[in-house]
Nanobody
Framework: QVPLVESGGGLVQAGDSLRLSCAAS????????MAWFRQTPGKEREFVAS????????DYADSVKDRFTISRENAKNTVFLQMRSLKPEDTATYYC?????????????????WGQGTQVTVSS
């Protein structure tokens, strides 16, 4: 497992942008596929976006495609989630997840490391 720390959450208005960051405490960051998930109380955790280890392959949930962008800087052990045109339904706790030495998937159970989460609240 690798320690992950998310940051960048907050309270914004609909239509605003926000960038989340997730810092990993490991020298082997480039060996991890990374993903973002989100969850609201009473609902199951939902896949948001993922990025491959080199960073060239990305995947997005339909609900965020064309609004969110996932990226990574392996030299800084950090993965980002740029969120634009935010909607109230994007309100959730956002979690960063890491998967060792395998490609990214949409299944949360495939990821062995998780951050503590950062809250994003979008007001209408």
């Amino acid at each position: 497992q690798v320690p992950l720390v998310e940051s960048g959450g907050g309270l914004v208005q609909a239509g605003d942008s926000l960038r989340l960051s997730c810092a990993a405490s490991t020298r082997a960051f480039s060996a991890y596929s990374m993903a973002w998930f989100r969850q609201t109380p009473g609902k199951e955790r939902e896949f948001v976006a993922s990025v491959s280890r080199p960073g060239e392959a990305t995947d997005y949930a339909d609900s965020v495609k064309d609004r969110f962008t996932i990226s990574r800087e392996n030299a800084k052990n950090t993965v980002f989630l740029q969120m634009r045109s935010l909607k109230p339904e994007d309100t959730a706790t956002y979690y960063c997840a890491a998967r060792w030495a395998r490609g990214p998937t949409r299944r949360g159970t495939d990821y062995g490391s998780w951050g503590q989460g950062t809250q994003v609240t979008v007001s209408s």
